[in-house]
């Protein structure tokens, strides 16, 4: 066939030319574009190094802001117990100069002022709770180790036993005869033989921690959440006698004083009267929740979440006084009376106990040797035990 005559007609055979342009122009934008894909990976590798760096940089970062958040922390925290322990100090100087101004110091008597004689030391946690055997010269002493310790007061002044049964925290520690009877955050009260020293039973009380234990007129009084139990004790059985409702928080305190009950909750005393188990008169309160009541022979005095130290008179029912002086949560009260004075003692948050004379309502004295909040107080023949969140329990003498 002869092509010659068909390529001089050929409509296309003019393209010839600019379709090899095109196919040229096209093999080069394909290597451009490859050469661009080649230089596209390149940029993603390094972005995503520059990326790992980045990251790394912003947790470096990170720990050094946390570390500064820390630093800042700690020394905030120094300095509020600076502050504490200055305003303490402040406290002490008002106080002092208040004897002075009443001419208490020149009747100064140097007998009545509390010394620490000793420390019993073996809990592995908090010490929340203290209960005195006077008959035996035996303390217990509840922590958050779970367990009770028995010490000797009189002679060896050394834990004689370490009563275990609790599953929870033990809160609440009351004796009644030859009964000794333990409240926890395992919601149960175990019953103990105080002369074998043995667990003898153990009742699910409430459904929430048992957060004290009072007992008087052969009945054992249990606070809890929104409400107090009252047993009748029967040998080593506790069997419901009734429910004390209408509380409006926990029941941190609760004192057993002639024929009355005292129950302390949120901003409020609620007295009852034991033999009708019936609320005859309530004390509103400020302050916060009530964590501790003490009842002398004429004031009714109450610890709260904000410090304060709330007195009532205790035929009236009116409120007296409010001691300040404390900068922690005032945890327990405890009383010590003689024929010519009676003493409050305070333990606080802010690892100080203060004694207080009634007859003229100011601070006495201020004890500091616990190196954690003071959490309970008991009393027993002019001395005064303290446990504290440090872990150990500390006896007070004149």
Same mark, same amino acid.
């Given at each position: 066939?002869?092509?010659?005559?068909?390529?001089?007609?050929?409509?296309?055979? *003019?393209?010839?030319?600019?379709?090899?342009?095109?196919?040229?122009?096209?093999?080069?934008?394909?290597?451009?574009?490859?050469?661009?894909?080649?230089?596209?990976?390149?940029?993603?590798?390094?972005?995503?190094?520059? #990326?790992? $760096?980045?990251?790394?940089?912003?947790?470096?970062?990170?720990?050094?802001?946390?570390?500064?958040?820390?630093?800042?922390?700690?020394?905030?925290?120094?300095?509020?117990?600076? &502050?504490?322990?200055?305003?303490?100090?402040?406290?002490?100087?008002?106080?002092?100069?208040?004897?002075?101004?009443?001419?208490?110091? %020149?009747?100064?008597?140097?007998?009545?002022?509390?010394? =620490?004689?000793?420390?019993?030391?073996?809990?592995?946690?908090?010490?929340?709770?203290? =209960?005195? +055997?006077?008959?035996?010269?035996?303390?217990?002493?509840?922590?958050?180790?779970?367990?009770?310790?028995?010490?000797?007061?009189?002679?060896? +002044?050394?834990?004689?036993?370490?009563?275990? %049964?609790?599953? %929870?925290?033990?809160? !609440?520690?009351?004796?009644? %005869? @030859?009964?000794?009877?333990?409240?926890?955050?395992?919601?149960?009260?175990?019953?103990?033989?105080?002369?074998?020293?043995? $667990?003898?039973?153990?009742?699910?009380?409430?459904?929430?921690?048992?957060?004290?234990?009072?007992?008087?007129?052969?009945?054992?009084?249990?606070? #809890?959440?929104? !409400?107090?139990?009252?047993?009748?004790?029967? *040998?080593?059985?506790?069997?419901?006698?009734?429910?004390?409702?209408?509380?409006?928080?926990?029941?941190?305190?609760?004192?057993?004083?002639?024929?009355?009950?005292?129950?302390?909750?949120?901003?409020?005393?609620?007295?009852?009267?034991?033999?009708?188990?019936?609320?005859?008169?309530?004390?509103?309160?400020?302050?916060?929740?009530?964590?501790?009541?003490?009842?002398? @022979?004429?004031?009714?005095?109450?610890?709260?979440?904000?410090?304060?130290?709330?007195?009532?008179?205790?035929?009236?029912?009116?409120?007296? &006084?409010?001691?300040?002086?404390?900068?922690?949560?005032? +945890?327990?009260?405890?009383?010590? #009376?003689?024929?010519?004075?009676? $003493?409050?003692?305070?333990?606080?948050?802010?690892? #100080?106990?203060?004694?207080?004379?009634?007859?003229?309502?100011?601070?006495?004295?201020?004890?500091?040797?616990?190196?954690?909040?003071?959490?309970?107080? !008991?009393?027993?023949?002019?001395?005064?035990?303290?446990?504290?969140?440090?872990?150990?329990?500390?006896?007070?003498? =004149?």
């Amino acid at each position: 066939m002869n092509v010659q005559p068909h390529l001089e007609v050929c409509k296309f055979e *003019g393209l010839k030319e600019f379709l090899q342009q095109t196919d040229d122009r096209f093999h080069e934008m394909q290597l451009t574009l490859a050469q661009k894909d080649q230089d596209i990976a390149f940029l993603r590798s390094m972005l995503g190094k520059l #990326s790992e $760096k980045l990251d790394q940089l912003e947790k470096n970062l990170e720990l050094k802001f946390d570390m500064l958040d820390e630093n800042q922390s700690k020394l905030s925290e120094d300095l509020m117990e600076f &502050r504490r322990d200055a305003s303490m100090l402040n406290d002490e100087l008002s106080h002092i100069n208040a004897r002075l101004n009443m001419g208490i110091l %020149g009747s100064y008597d140097p007998q009545q002022i509390f010394k =620490c004689k000793g420390t019993f030391v073996g809990h592995q946690g908090p010490v929340w709770c203290l =209960c005195v +055997y006077s008959t035996g010269d035996l303390l217990f002493s509840g922590s958050s180790d779970k367990t009770i310790k028995v010490w000797d007061t009189c002679t060896t +002044y050394k834990c004689q036993k370490t009563l275990e %049964g609790h599953d %929870g925290i033990v809160l !609440a520690l009351c004796i009644q %005869g @030859n009964k000794l009877y333990s409240g926890s955050a395992d919601c149960t009260i175990i019953v103990w033989d105080i002369q074998t020293l043995q $667990k003898v039973n153990t009742i699910r009380a409430h459904d929430n921690p048992v957060c004290t234990l009072v007992s008087s007129h052969n009945m054992l009084f249990s606070g #809890s959440l929104k !409400a107090i139990k009252v047993w009748d004790i029967v *040998g080593t059985e506790l069997k419901l006698k009734k429910e004390l409702t209408g509380l409006n928080h926990w029941v941190r305190a609760l004192v057993a004083s002639q024929n009355h009950l005292y129950s302390g909750s949120y901003q409020t005393i609620k007295i009852w009267d034991i033999r009708s188990l019936e609320c005859v008169h309530v004390l509103q309160t400020s302050g916060g929740s009530v964590y501790s009541i003490a009842v002398t @022979n004429h004031h009714i005095v109450c610890g709260t979440y904000e410090n304060l130290i709330h007195v009532w008179d205790i035929e009236s029912k009116e409120q007296v &006084r409010t001691l300040t002086g404390h900068v922690g949560t005032v +945890y327990a009260l405890a009383v010590i #009376s003689t024929p010519d004075q009676t $003493k409050v003692f305070s333990a606080s948050y802010d690892r #100080s106990l203060r004694v207080w004379s009634m007859d003229n309502m100011i601070c006495t004295q201020t004890l500091l040797r616990h190196q954690g909040s003071v959490t309970a107080l !008991a009393v027993s023949r002019g001395r005064l035990f303290s446990g504290a969140v440090d872990s150990t329990v500390k006896v007070w003498t =004149c």
